[in-house]
């Protein structure tokens, strides 16, 4: 049955128009484009893993300097922030008794009063420790118990923070650590840590222990009391061949780069890889600075480069460092 001009003009159309709906349905399952790549080279720079804490500025020692027996402070003879040596006399106090009887001979003039100073004369408060004196708690002519503190002293001045018990393990006496404090952010304060405490406490259900970290030189702006943040240096490499991690993979232990390699496809490269801050990983020893090194473009997710391309050697991920 032979088909009309008419029918034929209709066939056609109706051929093209399947023939764009399947191109139409096919594209969005076919046609998806993989990660977009793009080149970089390795970079020198400083990697470090550190244990981050927070805590406050506080005496290692702290002491209170009590006096002996009750009476009235006649003369102090320190402030704050005065470093004093053992044995050093800070102030010096009146008795209840010698107070009374100043004051009974002021009544009576000056010379008396002169006379029963000679005779009987005022008590020292004597430092007993080498330290710094950070509170000043009396000032002339105030009434004192046996029990007041009239001076604070500070051995050193140390920062107490906590370590929780998944990292506590990680921390060990002597290793490196970076101070701030929050009242002076701009200026790191080197130091280590210089002791653990045994037995821990719990704070908000997680077990703590008071870790202290001892700066190499207390500042002269370091007041007890001051918040502080505390980089504590698990780990460091400085100067060091380093990709960002998203540009190594790993395979059956091995960590491997993809080079370029002229016009033909990348060619995949095994390194050594030293520690890695979750931004950088070191490199050790199979990759020169000169060399191109392809990875996924940034803002490329792991999760969309498994849908477009499972099997794709670029998909970023963390390196199983041989170390």
Same mark, same amino acid.
């Given at each position: %049955?032979?088909?009309?001009?008419?029918?034929?003009?209709?066939?056609?159309?109706?051929?093209?128009?399947?023939?764009?709906?399947?191109?139409?349905?096919?594209?969005?399952?076919?046609?998806?484009?993989?990660? +977009? %790549?793009?080149?970089?080279?390795?970079?020198?720079?400083?990697?470090?893993?550190?244990?981050?804490?927070?805590?406050?500025?506080?005496?290692?020692?702290? &002491?209170?300097?009590?006096?002996?027996?009750?009476?009235? $402070?006649?003369?102090?003879?320190?402030?704050?922030? =005065?470093?004093? *040596?053992?044995?050093?006399?800070?102030?010096?106090?009146?008795?209840?008794?010698?107070?009374?009887?100043?004051?009974?001979?002021?009544? !009576?003039?000056?010379?008396?009063?002169?006379?029963?100073?000679?005779?009987?004369?005022?008590?020292?408060? $004597?430092?007993?420790?080498?330290?710094?004196?950070?509170?000043?708690?009396? +000032?002339?002519? !105030?009434?004192? #118990?046996?029990?007041?503190?009239?001076?604070? &002293?500070?051995?050193?001045?140390?920062? /107490?923070?906590?370590?929780?018990?998944?990292?506590?393990?990680?921390?060990?006496? #002597? !290793? /490196?650590?970076?101070?701030?404090?929050?009242?002076?952010? =701009?200026?790191?304060?080197?130091?280590?840590?210089?002791?653990?405490?045994?037995? *821990?406490?719990?704070?908000?259900?997680?077990?703590?222990?008071?870790?202290? $970290?001892?700066?190499?030189?207390?500042?002269?702006?370091?007041?007890?009391?001051?918040?502080?943040?505390?980089?504590?240096?698990?780990?460091?490499?400085?100067?060091? &061949?380093?990709?960002?991690?998203?540009?190594?993979?790993?395979?059956?232990?091995?960590?491997?780069?993809?080079?370029?390699? #002229?016009? =033909?496809?990348?060619?995949?490269?095994?390194?050594?890889?030293? $520690?890695?801050?979750?931004?950088?990983?070191?490199? /050790?020893?199979? &990759?020169?600075?000169?060399?191109?090194?392809?990875?996924?473009?940034?803002?490329?997710?792991?999760?969309?480069?498994?849908?477009?391309?499972?099997?794709?050697?670029?998909?970023?991920?963390?390196?199983?460092?041989?170390?």
């Amino acid at each position: %049955m032979k088909l009309s001009k008419k029918g034929k003009i209709i066939t056609v159309v109706l051929i093209i128009i399947a023939v764009a709906a399947f191109i139409a349905v096919k594209k969005p399952f076919g046609g998806k484009k993989g990660p +977009e %790549m793009e080149e970089i080279y390795p970079e020198i720079r400083d990697i470090s893993i550190v244990i981050s804490a927070t805590g406050a500025v506080q005496p290692m020692n702290r &002491l209170e300097i009590k006096p002996p027996i009750a009476g009235r $402070i006649e003369k102090v003879l320190v402030k704050e922030g =005065d470093v004093v *040596s053992k044995g050093r006399v800070l102030a010096l106090m009146s008795s209840s008794e010698r107070a009374a009887l100043l004051d009974a001979a002021r009544a !009576q003039g000056e010379e008396n009063v002169k006379k029963w100073e000679e005779i009987y004369k005022p008590i020292s408060v $004597i430092a007993p420790i080498n330290g710094t004196v950070i509170v000043r708690g009396a +000032e002339p002519g !105030q009434t004192v #118990g046996a029990g007041d503190a009239v001076f604070v &002293l500070s051995d050193r001045l140390v920062i /107490k923070t906590s370590v929780d018990e998944t990292d506590v393990g990680k921390v060990k006496v #002597g !290793q /490196k650590a970076v101070i701030t404090l929050d009242a002076y952010s =701009d200026t790191e304060i080197p130091g280590s840590v210089y002791h653990i405490s045994y037995e *821990s406490s719990v704070m908000n259900n997680v077990s703590i222990y008071e870790t202290f $970290i001892n700066p190499d030189k207390v500042p002269d702006f370091f007041r007890s009391g001051m918040t502080a943040n505390v980089s504590i240096i698990k780990a460091e490499s400085k100067g060091v &061949l380093s990709l960002p991690v998203n540009a190594v993979r790993a395979k059956d232990g091995v960590s491997f780069v993809m080079v370029k390699n #002229g016009g =033909d496809k990348p060619k995949r490269k095994e390194v050594v890889t030293g $520690i890695d801050d979750g931004s950088y990983v070191e490199i /050790k020893s199979g &990759l020169s600075s000169d060399e191109a090194v392809l990875t996924v473009k940034n803002g490329y997710t792991l999760n969309t480069a498994k849908k477009s391309n499972a099997t794709s050697p670029f998909m970023p991920g963390r390196p199983g460092a041989r170390r």
